[in-house]
């Protein structure tokens, strides 16, 4: 879309390769082509790679259920983990799958499989069941794995050397990323969602069942250092952190900034649709909000603050 109008530049309409998918994995920018992935509730989903500017298909790549992760960019291969469990690189060039695994075995594409990070050249991959893999970037041959207590059930995410993952039992657990040993567990108010975000030295964690709280964890030590809860659900399940503020959208249908070093309130507005999405330009000074009903919205929020 044109980012001032709105206009759509191009469509694909992913009914031309069986039932229409859905998107849960964020799209990947390559120079000029953009990668998404999609997937679907039954059959085939695709990963895609589009001309950015054009929309022109330049592969696809099917896997069962599709993809609802976000795809890692490690070294020159795309790096995707299928609704199955499936790991696979990919050439960003032709499409060809260059290395395959799955090294939790085959999985039940629900409940979902949480997106992976990359480090050093490793792969960071969590099954649906109970397991961290460190996977070699190259090969995709398991380095370690690791048993947790509970079912994975956020995004992976890098905090320093470590890897972080919330698990169903309402624990944070940090894993030493070269060894695999679990180096700390942090018990929560109630079970861990969506996907952390690490901006030194915070860790913005959602958390929830009837209510919904939006943490600030010391990155390293786990321990709170601000709340702010909304009474149903934060439904942006990856925070916005940047500048000063941190903003999340709620199933009440509002926007709300946040300080992000004390969780002073900055602001809350309606905005008509339940938020699912969030973008923000390069100057900061603009705000894409992208709704589970479809529409997409765009806000300004004048000059940023530093933090």
């Known amino acids: 879309m044109d980012r001032t109008t709105g206009t759509p530049a191009w469509r694909y309409d992913t009914r031309a390769d069986g039932e229409a998918a859905q998107f849960h994995g964020e799209p990947l920018l390559i120079g000029d082509a953009i990668v998404v992935p999609s997937d679907t509730d039954r059959g085939d989903g695709h990963l895609y790679c589009f001309d950015a500017k054009t929309g022109e298909v330049r592969w696809k790549v099917s896997f069962g ?22 790991v696979a690189a990919i050439d960003p060039k032709t499409g060809n799958v260059v290395w395959k695994v799955s090294p939790a075995g085959a999985l039940k594409p629900l409940p979902y499989v949480f997106s992976p990070v990359t480090a050093r050249g490793r792969i960071f991959v969590a099954d649906n069941i109970g397991k ?10 398991t380095v370690w ?9 956020t995004s992976l995410t890098l905090v320093d050397n470590a890897i972080v993952v919330g698990t ?19 018990r929560l108010t109630s079970f861990p969602y969506g996907t952390p975000i690490f901006r030194p030295p915070l860790l913005f964690v959602l958390a929830g069942e009837s209510k919904s709280k939006l943490l600030a964890l010391d990155a390293k030590s786990g321990a709170v250092r601000w709340e702010q809860e909304t009474p149903k659900e934060w439904t942006t399940y990856r925070p916005l952190v940047f500048g000063s503020v941190v903003i999340v959208g709620t199933q009440d249908k509002d926007l709300c900034a946040f300080n ?8 809350c507005r309606p905005v008509g649709q339940i938020p699912r999405g969030l973008g923000v330009s390069a100057a900061g000074d603009t705000l894409y909000v992208g709704s589970l009903s479809g529409k997409v919205q765009v806000y300004r929020l004048g000059k940023p603050d530093v933090e």
């Open 65 to 86: 259920h599709g993809i609802a992760t976000t795809p890692l960019l490690v070294s020159d291969r795309i790096v995707v983990v299928s609704a199955e469990g499936e």
């Open 132 to 141: 961290v893999f460190s996977l070699d970037g190259s090969n995709g041959k």
């Open 145 to 153: 794995s690791t048993a947790l207590a509970g079912r994975p059930n």
């Open 168 to 186: 169903s039992d309402g624990f944070l657990n940090w894993i030493d990323a070269a060894s695999g040993t679990i180096a700390q567990r942090v």
């Open 260 to 267: 992000r070093s004390d969780g002073t309130r900055r602001w």
